[in-house]
């Protein structure tokens, strides 16, 4: 999994898995699911990050090992 910030357009991305991206799909205006050909969530885009999340705060909890 990984996490990141984009500054410049305000963009938060979360990589949830390396698989290939078939498909995006809008949840809402801000928000894109990147789906692989299986249709599980691959990642997730967040327009407008520093308005709609904590970007300056990330914590991590419970990592496996």
Same mark, same amino acid.
Request: one cysteine or more; hydrophobic letters at 40%; a negative charge.
């Given at each position: 999994?990984?996490?990141?910030?984009?500054? !410049?357009? !305000?963009? @938060?991305?979360? *990589?949830?898995?390396?698989?290939?991206?078939?498909?995006?799909? !809008? @949840? =809402? !205006? #801000?928000?894109? @699911? $990147?789906? $692989? /050909?299986? +249709?599980?969530?691959?990642?997730?885009? #967040? *327009?407008? /990050?520093?308005?709609?999340? =904590?970007? *300056?705060?990330?914590?991590?909890? +419970? #990592?496996?090992?």
């Amino acid at each position: 999994m990984k996490i990141q910030y984009f500054q !410049d357009t !305000d963009t @938060l991305y979360i *990589e949830l898995n390396s698989n290939a991206i078939a498909e995006t799909r !809008d @949840l =809402d !205006d #801000l928000t894109l @699911l $990147d789906l $692989d /050909a299986h +249709g599980r969530i691959c990642g997730i885009t #967040l *327009e407008h /990050a520093s308005r709609r999340t =904590d970007v *300056e705060r990330v914590t991590m909890e +419970g #990592l496996a090992a």
